[in-house]
């Protein structure tokens, strides 16, 4: 089977089977075996292919030591400024390193 997720006349056969012996073991209750097939819809899944969520994926972003997020603090120079007070301090750059142009003009210096 190249798709475990696909419709096949073996997958359905076994989904119905794994609902009916579900519904057996809770006692037939009044939903009939119907009422199983999405638990075991997922069950044969797993059961198909059991490999399934095992394939690592790499976080959008760094993790920290503790598993925290961390972000590149160069996204702070595109923030502009917060707001509130209109004074001569509001276009004072509030991260620690220079901006890219600057970072870059730096790197061509020393090298």
């Known amino acids: ?9 073996q997958r359905d056969a076994k989904i119905r089977a794994k609902a009916k012996e579900m519904w057996v073991a ?10 199983y097939l999405e ?3 997922d069950l044969i899944g797993m059961e198909i292919n059991p490999d399934a969520g095992e394939i690592p994926v790499e ?3 760094p993790l920290g030591p503790d598993g925290e997020p961390v ?6 120079e595109n923030l502009g400024n ?24 730096t790197l061509k210096d020393e090298g």
């Open 82 to 105: 917060p707001g509130g007070s209109m004074n001569e301090l509001d276009n004072k750059q509030e991260v620690p390193f220079g901006t890219y142009q600057e970072e870059g003009k």
């Open 59 to 61: 976080p959008p972003v």
């Open 1 to 9: 089977m190249d798709n475990p997720l696909e419709d096949s006349p």
């Open 71 to 76: 972000e590149d603090a160069r996204i702070q």
């Open 39 to 41: 638990q075991a819809t």
């Open 26 to 35: 809770d006692g037939k209750p009044t939903c009939g075996p119907e009422g």
